[in-house]
């Protein structure tokens, strides 16, 4: 298998894997009760604590474990919204994940106003604009620090500066961020940061919530006391460990993100020069250095998909079936990318675990699948879109 899909998941690195095991074998004790079994996995919790705060230098007690980084955003979101209930609008953007989109979504429809801030062409905010969209009534503004279509990188900092000096809580969905980019809280300002682990190289089902100290927080679960109070629910005490032993690895490995931005220019620029008429979505500097997100004119991104899966690639389009018809990517469409093109671009996204050999074998099969998909595709005008 090639896999380059790792803005979707990521394998869990054997590191990871090794300091979980002994979570189920041994020590499978609650962290909540009162014996002696316990103890190990309270110590074990606290110190993959310790190790998330690290990777985005924050204090352990600032961390929250949720059950997956959607949960981190939508409990962000929930809490700046309990906090003053005569303040009902939240401003995100119209590229956030569907884990913002929907709940924005969700909102609209049940009495709050949202503000889902455009883009430009090259995917970026225009902070001017935000700014000017701040209103007294605004209860959260919610921005992500990188895209995981395209990989642009938002200003957080500045945003950050924005949504403090006009007293405004600030939530940035971290998630593609993570370990490819420096994460700072006491840098960039913000009040509550998500975190997903199998973003990472560690377990699906596991994800922190950042909340700065001091910042109003309010359950999204109820139930038992877990995370001094924060979130209820028995803890996922392997995927917690495997979490911390991940956001260690990220931590200390700060080579690895040049290696990758290497290894995808040159996978990149092989696609651009090799093969005519595609192009890349997404402004080119400020950008995770692992993503690439290429169209591929003429061509149907889900037959390209097809064709690259039977090779054995692995590699994503944004675009979503919904009932049988294919919507093109939402975040290309506000970038005001055409639907037809936005239908026939793909993502390619790099990670730890991706090689010369997997580059190589990429650039060596899709000039020939691009050519021949391009013979055979319809007349444009007979492509069925559905915006
Ligand atoms: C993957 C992802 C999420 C969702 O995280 P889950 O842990 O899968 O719920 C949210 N935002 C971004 C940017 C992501 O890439």
Redesign the pocket.
Known sequence: MYYLDN???TQVAPEVLEAMLPFYTQHWGNPSSAHRSCRPVKEALHQARVSIASLINAQPEEIVFTG??????NTAIHSALCRDAGKKHLITTAV??S??LKYGQFLQSHGYDVTFLPVEEDGSIDICMLQDLIRPDTAMVSI?W???ETGVLFPIEEVAAICRSKEVAFHT?A??AAGKVTLDVQSAEVDYL?L????IYAP??I?ALYVKKGTPYSSYLFGGGQESGRRAGTENVAGIVGFGRAAQMAFEDTARSQQTETLRNRMENGILSNIPQTSRNGCKSQRLPNTSNIAFDGVEGEALLLRLDRLGICASSGSACTTGSLKPSHVLLAMGVPARRALSSLRFSLGHYSSEEDVDYLLKHLPEIVSELRGQSPKPQSLEVVT
């Open positions: 803005n979707g998941t997956c980084g959607t949960e981190s955003n956030e994940h884990a913002n992500m990188a895209n995981n969905d998630i593609q998500s997903s682990a199998h973003k699906k089902g994800g």
